[in-house]
C-alpha cells in the first residue's frame, strides 16, 4: 500500500471531528518534525504508542519531539512520568536540542512532571494505573510520556497487561489523551510485554558507520487495525535542527516547469555568448575537471553575479571553510555586504552528516525559496565519504530541485584515478556538462572549458580559453 493510500485510509476511518488527533494528520513521507504530528495523527483517542530502541539511540528526544509539537501546535498539556530522568534532564532536552523553554510550560501549568519511584513489583501495576487515572481525571493532559516503562511491567502477566491496556484505552479515549511509552528494546523478555498493549510501534536503531556521523532509523513496525508495509526512515538528531525524519527519496510523480528561452546569466563575460544567455532555469548542470584548473572560481563569480542580479543563491561547499570562499571573493574584488542576504554560503564536514541530513537540508532550502539557485561545490569528497550509494541521493536532489523549478550547479574532480563509473552516473542526471581542463604548451599552461552537453540548447562544440586576468574571470569566445 502507497502512503496517500495510508493517510486516506486513516483520514477516512477516523478523522470525524475536530480533536488534536484529526488536526494533527497522518502518516505520510515528511521532512521534518510533522512526521511526528502525523504518526500521532492518523489514531484514535485512547492509542498507545511504543517507542522502543537501544540505549542512546534518541527515543527519549523523539518523544519530546512530540510533546513540543501537543504544547507548541495544539495547546494541550502534557505529562511526563518519569522512572530514571529527572525533570531537568527533560529541560536539557527540551533547551539544547529542541529550542524550547520547558519552564515557560511548566509555569503556565501545560506540562506536569511526575516522578515514579521504582516500589515492590507487586505494587506497581496498581500504582501506574493509580497515577494515570489521577493525571487524566484531573489534570486532562493530550498526551502522557512514560518514560520508561520497563520496569513497571516487567513481571506483569498476561492478564495484569490486559487489565492496564483496558483501563488506558477507556479512560485515556474518553479523555481525548494519548499515551507513548518507552522501552529499551534490548532488555530480555520486555519487548514482547511492550508490545501487547500497544497500538502503535516505532523502534529506533543505532548504526555506527566507521567514519562519519552516528545513523538512526526509525521503523513504523506496526500500526494496528491499519494494514501497511514496513516504513523505515532516517532519523537525525542535532542541535541544529532538532529532530527531523528523512524521506528516502522522491516517491511522487516528477514535474518541471522548465522554458529553454529563461536564461539566468552567469555574469561572466564571454561565458554566457557560449550557453546562449546563461544557465536555464530550473535545470542541473554539472561541473568537471581536475583539482586546480578554477572550478570553484567559476562557480563562485557565477554565485556573486547572480546575487548581485537578484536571484537568490545558496552555495554549498564539501572541501573549503565558509570564512575562506567569502574572502576569496573579497580577494576577485567583490563587495560582499551588499549581497549578504541574497547569497548565502555554507561549508559542510562530510564526516558530520549523513547522506539522508544532506538531502534533506537541501530540501529545505528548495521549500523556503522559490526560485532559488543552488551551488555544491566538492561531490568528490561527499563521494568518498558515503560511497557509491550517495548517488542515489543526488539523483534524487536533481529531480526534487527540478520540480520545485530550482537551478542547480554541482561541481566534481574529474581526472585520471577518479571511478569512470562515478561520472557516468552524474552525467546522465544532469542537463548539462561543462567541462574544465588544462593544456600544457611548452612551460604555458592554459585552462580550457568545453560544454559538453546541454539539453534544449545548441552551444559551440569545441574549447574555449579561460582568462584571469587583473583578478577578473572571463571566457575567449571568440
Request: proline fraction near 4%; aromatic fraction near 10%.
Amino acid at each position: 500500500m502507497y502512503l496517500n493510500d495510508i493517510k486516506n485510509t486513516i483520514n477516512n476511518s477516523y478523522c470525524n471531528n475536530n480533536t488534536l488527533q484529526c488536526k494533527i494528520g497522518a502518516i505520510y513521507m515528511a521532512k521534518n518534525i510533522e512526521f511526528i504530528r502525523d504518526i500521532v495523527g492518523g489514531l484514535v483517542p485512547g492509542t498507545i504508542i511504543l517507542v522502543e530502541g537501544p540505549t542512546g539511540a534518541g527515543k527519549t528526544i523523539f518523544s519530546a519531539s512530540i510533546a513540543k509539537e501537543v504544547l507548541e501546535k495544539y495547546g494541550q498539556n502534557v505529562a511526563w512520568i518519569g522512572v530514571l530522568l529527572e525533570l531537568n534532564d527533560i529541560k536539557d532536552i527540551f533547551s539544547n536540542i529542541l529550542r524550547t523553554d520547558l519552564n515557560k510550560y511548566l509555569i503556565e501549568d501545560k506540562f506536569k512532571y511526575y516522578a515514579f519511584e521504582i516500589i515492590p513489583v507487586s505494587d506497581r501495576l496498581i500504582t501506574i494505573s493509580q497515577l494515570l487515572n489521577d493525571i487524566i481525571d484531573t489534570y486532562g493532559p493530550g498526551l502522557i510520556v512514560i518514560d520508561f516503562i520497563d520496569p513497571i511491567i516487567e513481571f506483569a502477566s498476561t492478564s495484569d497487561l490486559i487489565s492496564i491496556r483496558k483501563m488506558i484505552k477507556s479512560n485515556c479515549g474518553s479523555k481525548n489523551c494519548i499515551v507513548l511509552m518507552i522501552s529499551r528494546s534490548t532488555l530480555h523478555g520486555l519487548r514482547s510485554r511492550a508490545e501487547m498493549i500497544s497500538d502503535i510501534i516505532v523502534r529506533i536503531k543505532m548504526e555506527q558507520p566507521s567514519y562519519g556521523a552516528p545513523r538512526r532509523f526509525i521503523e513504523l513496525a506496526k500500526i494496528k487495525n491499519i494494514p501497511h508495509t514496513r516504513m523505515i526512515y532516517e532519523l537525525d538528531v542535532s542541535k541544529e535542527y532538532g529532530v527531523i525524519i528523512h524521506p528516502h527519496g522522491i516517491l511522487k510523480e516528477l514535474k518541471s516547469s522548465i522554458n529553454h528561452e529563461i536564461r539566468i546569466p552567469t555574469g561572466i563575460p564571454g561565458f554566457d555568448d557560449i550557453l546562449g544567455g546563461g544557465l536555464i532555469r530550473g535545470t542541473s548542470t554539472l561541473l568537471t575537471g581536475p583539482s586546480g584548473v578554477g572550478k570553484t572560481i567559476l562557480m563562485l563569480t557565477m554565485a556573486y553575479n547572480m546575487a548581485k542580479n537578484g536571484e537568490q543563491v545558496y552555495y554549498i561547499s564539501f572541501d573549503e571553510p565558509e570564512q575562506q570562499l567569502y574572502e576569496t571573493l573579497r580577494f576577485l574584488g567583490f563587495s560582499i555586504d551588499n549581497i549578504r542576504r541574497k547569497l548565502q554560503i555554507r561549508s559542510i564536514n562530510p564526516r558530520t552528516i549523513t547522506i539522508n541530513s544532506f538531502f534533506s537540508i537541501i530540501n529545505r532550502i528548495v521549500d523556503f525559496t522559490r526560485p532559488i539557485v543552488i551551488f555544491i561545490d566538492g561531490l568528490y569528497s561527499l563521494w568518498k565519504e558515503f560511497g557509491h550509494d550517495f548517488h542515489r541521493y543526488v539523483r534524487d536532489l536533481i529531480y526534487y530541485s527540478k520540480s520545485s523549478n530550482a537551478t542547480i550547479m554541482l561541481s566534481m574532480i574529474y581526472e585520471k584515478g577518479v571511478e569512470e563509473k562515478l561520472y557516468v552516473w552524474l552525467s546522465t542526471m544532469c542537463d548539462s556538462i561543462i567541462e574544465m581542463n588544462f593544456e600544457r604548451t611548452g612551460r604555458m599552461v592554459k585552462r580550457l572549458i568545453y560544454i559538453r552537453k546541454m539539453r534544449l540548447s545548441s552551444p559551440p562544440q569545441r574549447y574555449f580559453e579561460v582568462m584571469f586576468e587583473d583578478k577578473k574571470l572571463y571566457i575567449k569566445s571568440s
